[in-house]
């Protein structure tokens, strides 16, 4: 017994072993490229460091600057605007949808390979296919504003649109990732429920938002909490759409592109880093403020 026990025991040793050597290639990834470089942009956040030469402590200089930067405080109201416009829309749509697609319908898998097709597309081919669409000259929506008469509309360089514009594409790209978490959830609610509901006397509106909606809240909780922290970090698009130094450069701008802006374009890469962190800080304590509603706002089926 002994040596079955010692047998075992090395066994159980040699598939530990292997199971972390498995693991170590991402792992070595995750301490390197996220946990080392977040620390090492944190210091950064402290110095002047730029492109060349070694980089000088300078305390809170940099986030001192930051309070008398004007330029920061519009991509941060762009970067919450953004927020206040996706979020709700996002969740909204990406719900209704679920909901349809959940349906037993003919050909219902032919719609739903449609709206998860941008889930499957790469960001970059998102912004430069809506870039194209929006093309004052050559777009297609322009285009079918002039079939009705009207003038071509700047939908990326004018300032009162662009920020709108960015918007719609990110809400294209991002609901059909949240349908199919969705779709998910709705899919695991056991069908007993709607089955008394419908006993009951119940009609479909009230099943839904008495039965289905409170079912599915852990899933829409998931939702927003990812849908607010993809749109706080938003970049690819408005890099990819908006041309540098237009018009609606300044008027679509976020955090994160002006962090890019000051890291890479003007080598301001202390002060980049704290714009960065000051980025982490707002995402940590909205997700924070969200997770301490979690029990108030969303029913767990025990």
């Avoid at 709206?115 to 000259?137: Q, S």
């Avoid at 609901?175 to 008394?196: F, K, M, R």
Wanted: proline content about 4%; hydrophobic content about 55%.
């Amino acid at each position: 017994m002994k040596k079955g026990k010692k047998r075992f025991s090395a066994m159980r040793k040699k598939e530990i072993m292997t199971g972390y050597g498995m693991i170590a290639p991402l792992m070595a990834g995750v301490l390197i490229f996220f946990i080392v470089a977040f620390f090492q942009n944190f210091y950064y956040s402290f110095t002047d460091k730029s492109s060349f030469g070694k980089p000088r402590f300078i305390g809170l200089e940099n986030y001192v600057q930051l309070l008398g930067d004007e330029a920061f405080y519009r991509a941060l109201a762009n970067t919450l605007l953004y927020v206040v416009i996706c979020v709700p829309l996002v969740v909204v749509l990406a719900v209704a949808l679920a909901v349809l697609l959940n349906e037993k319908i003919r050909g219902i898998g032919i719609f739903r390979v449609c709206i998860f097709l941008p889930a499957v597309t790469l960001p970059a081919a998102i912004g430069l296919l809506w870039k194209w669409l929006m093309n004052y000259k050559f777009g297609i929506f322009n285009e079918i504003l002039g079939a009705f008469g009207a003038e071509p509309v700047a939908w990326l360089s004018e300032p009162d649109l662009v920020l709108y514009s960015i918007c719609i594409v990110f809400i294209w790209a991002s609901v059909a990732y949240q349908v199919i978490v969705l779709l998910a959830g709705l899919q695991g609610i056991p069908l007993c429920y709607q089955e008394a509901a419908q006993i009951d006397g119940a009609n479909k509106r009230q099943q839904f938002f008495k039965i289905t909606l409170p079912l599915l809240s852990p899933s829409i909780f998931f939702v927003c909490v990812t849908t607010i922290i993809n749109v706080f970090q938003i970049f690819d698009f408005i890099y990819l759409m908006i041309p540098q130094g237009s018009s609606g450069t300044e008027a679509s701008r976020s955090l994160v592109t002006y962090f890019f802006e000051q890291s890479f374009v003007k080598f301001h890469k202390g002060y980049g880093a704290a714009v960065s962190i000051i980025l982490f800080l707002l995402i940590l304590v909205i997700t924070g403020i969200q997770m301490a509603g979690q029990k108030k706002l969303v029913f767990y089926d025990d």
